[in-house]
């Protein structure tokens, strides 16, 4: 028998006025699957996932979650879909605690059930030590997890975050990445929107990029970083004659890239360490004043270079909640 | 794995309550959430106790002995003025705190969530209405402790508490209605500052209606919120204006006023709050 495919869309369109956010869009996830909308802000990843979670009207094409069409059946989809946001979705004058309860009663449990659930999320998401502070006196991470846990209440069919660690520093988004992990060896069905090559490497089973409302690309993790190439060794010069001197250095010897305003050499290291430590030697030797070298990994900017051939598109109207009954905010 | 890899999605839950019990408890739940906000946000209340005070002691103290109303003390014709005068920035009050919450982020959560939407809207009135009684409390009981003297028999304060409470559902209802359409708490306060503020001070609130201008006095003749002035006054001191049959018969006026805006706000707010919903 055929398996009831998770999130299906065809020809998914949006427009705001003049501005297409989401254009001609085709996504698919398989039950008990992960995938990732890559993408620089403004991409359409938040419109997109809005349209699923039967917040905004599509303009054009269908978009079916679990086999339910989100305009015409939004009230099963309601049922079926957890949609975890940018935007912590919390009452922000409640504690983390009561927040839980509330979620729970309005899904349906009654006093003493939704105490049961609400505990079980704040031993499973590690909430316990700020369970009862206000949600608008936690930090960032801990808002994160609490977010995520109200999305849990029932194990949804679809768990869509969005962007769970935008704006998260590196601690908080190791904590977030493992609670997701642990969901998705759960068989969580989980789409999931960032604009971080390496978190949708991290946790996803296929990844679609896409710009301007459009896919660019898609397919496995594996599969996108061997089209990106492996990590890149960054050097940025002391000022802009050391540039000069650098980008003159190392173009020829490596495969490189030049940013004359960010003063950065990138070179192409496939070789990781060995390729970090000859570049460093050869600028070295030639005694150029360096700011730093540093291996790192391919961003989303070298991916949508390296699969798209141009620069990954900035859209000043980021499109975080950008619908047409709300004031458009800018994300913090 | 769990059930999650079933190749049919979990059925829909179907609540064993009924739609309208549903509709009554999610209304109830999301009412007493922003309820919870008010202890700890008191700052929220301040809109509907400050200011009236304020207007309070500037006409109580400052104004006052300035103006000269035949047949009754300043004192006893100022606070019905005064609560009609808070009644009216509920309005306001009612739109800053819809416009705000309209954008908090959980408000998508329970937009994405199986429950009744218009379970989220009644829940809005329900609490607005409620810090409206909780202001308008404040200010009586600071009226009656500088001393205002309200000449109520049993009938007349149930039929001005029921009056009351028609106003502020029907006020705190367009309040909602504006706070949904002006999309930002900014706008609310401009509107606010730009319509219902002239036309609470219009409304024979400090000074008598016949005194005014010409064309001040036309407005003011039909303004709806003299009409409520009126009530109050005719109800605490038995004191009519004339000029207008509204004037002359306060206490229907409000009332008529109330279902209209009532009859028009209500339909008026659903719709918008889904289109909102639906994008």
């Known amino acids: 028998m055929s398996q009831i495919t998770a999130i299906e869309t065809q020809g998914l369109t949006k427009r705001f006025g003049e501005f297409t956010a989401v254009a001609d869009l085709d996504l698919r996830v398989d039950t008990g699957t992960v995938v990732s909308l890559l993408g620089p802000n403004g991409a359409g990843k938040t419109t997109t996932v809005r349209m699923l979670a039967t917040l905004l009207r599509p303009d054009a094409g269908s978009a079916r979650v679990a086999g339910y069409d989100v305009v015409r059946e939004a009230a099963q989809v309601r049922a079926l879909i957890a949609l975890t946001g940018q935007f912590a979705a919390l009452d922000k004058n409640l504690t983390a605690s009561e927040n839980l309860v509330l979620m729970a009663r309005l899904r349906g449990r009654g006093r003493r059930d939704a105490a049961i659930v609400a505990d079980r999320l704040i031993e499973r998401f590690a909430i316990d030590e700020f369970r009862n502070r206000l949600v608008k006196k936690l930090s960032g991470g801990e808002r994160r997890r609490v977010d995520l846990a109200a999305g849990l209440i029932d194990t949804p069919h679809v768990l869509v975050l969005d962007e769970p660690t935008t704006g998260l520093d590196p601690r908080s988004r190791q904590v977030v990445w493992s609670t997701i992990r642990s969901l998705v060896d759960d068989g969580v069905t989980l789409l999931l929107t960032t604009q971080y090559l390496e978190e949708a490497d991290a946790l996803a089973d296929r990844v679609v990029l896409i710009d301007r409302g459009r896919e660019v690309a898609a397919g496995t993790p594996a599969q996108l970083k061997t089209q990106v190439g492996a990590q890149r060794v960054d050097v940025i010069a002391a000022d802009a004659t050391e540039f000069a001197r650098v980008s003159e250095l190392l173009d020829g010897r490596f495969e490189v890239s030049r940013s004359a305003e960010q003063r950065t050499v990138s070179v192409a290291a496939p070789d990781e360490a060995e390729d970090l430590a000859a570049v460093a030697a050869v600028v070295a030797r030639a005694g150029v004043q360096v700011d730093e070298i540093a291996l790192r990994r391919p961003t989303l900017d070298d991916a949508f270079l390296a699969l798209t051939g141009h620069v990954a598109h900035e859209d000043p109207r980021t499109e975080s909640r950008f619908d047409e009954s709300q004031p458009t905010e800018v994300a913090a | ?279």
Not at chain 2, 58 to 65: A, E, I, Q, W
Not at chain 2, 95 to 122: C, K, Y
Not at chain 2, 123 to 131: L, T
Not at chain 2, 229 to 243: C, K, N
């Open chain 2, 1 to 279: 794995m769990s059930a999650i890899t079933a190749s049919a999605p979990a059925p829909v839950r179907v609540s064993g309550v009924a739609a309208p019990a549903r509709f009554v408890r999610d209304t109830a739940l999301l009412t007493v959430r922003s309820l919870r906000a008010i202890p700890r946000v008191p700052e929220r209340l301040l809109d509907v106790t400050i200011q009236p005070i304020v207007f309070i002691l500037l006409f109580l103290y400052v104004f006052g002995s300035a103006i000269h109303v035949p047949g009754v003390s300043y004192k006893d014709y100022l606070f019905p003025g005064i609560i009609g005068q808070s009644l009216a920035f509920g309005i306001i009050g009612a739109g800053v705190a819809t416009s705000h919450d309209m954008t908090e982020g959980v408000i998508d959560r329970f937009r994405s969530m199986p429950i009744s939407r218009l379970s989220i809207i009644s829940a809005q009135v329900m609490g607005q209405f409620c810090e409206q009684v909780l202001g308008l409390t404040i200010v009586v009981v600071f009226g009656l402790i500088l001393g205002w003297d309200p000449h109520l028999t049993a009938p007349h304060a149930i039929e001005l508490v029921a009056l009351m409470f028609l106003g502020m559902l029907a006020f705190t209802w367009m309040g909602v209605l504006l706070g949904m359409l002006v999309r930002s708490p900014d706008a609310m306060q401009g509107v606010g500052f730009i319509v219902i503020f002239p036309l609470a001070f219009l409304a024979g609130t400090f000074v008598p209606i016949a005194g005014m201008d010409a064309v001040p006095r036309a407005i003011a003749q039909w303004d709806p919120i003299s009409a409520l002035v009126g009530t109050v006054r005719g109800l605490t001191e038995g004191f009519h204006s004339t000029g207008s049959w509204q004037l002359v018969h306060p206490e229907l006026a409000m009332a008529l006023w109330c279902l209209v805006i009532i009859a028009v706000c209500v339909p008026l707010a659903l719709r918008r709050f889904n289109r909102t919903l639906a994008g």
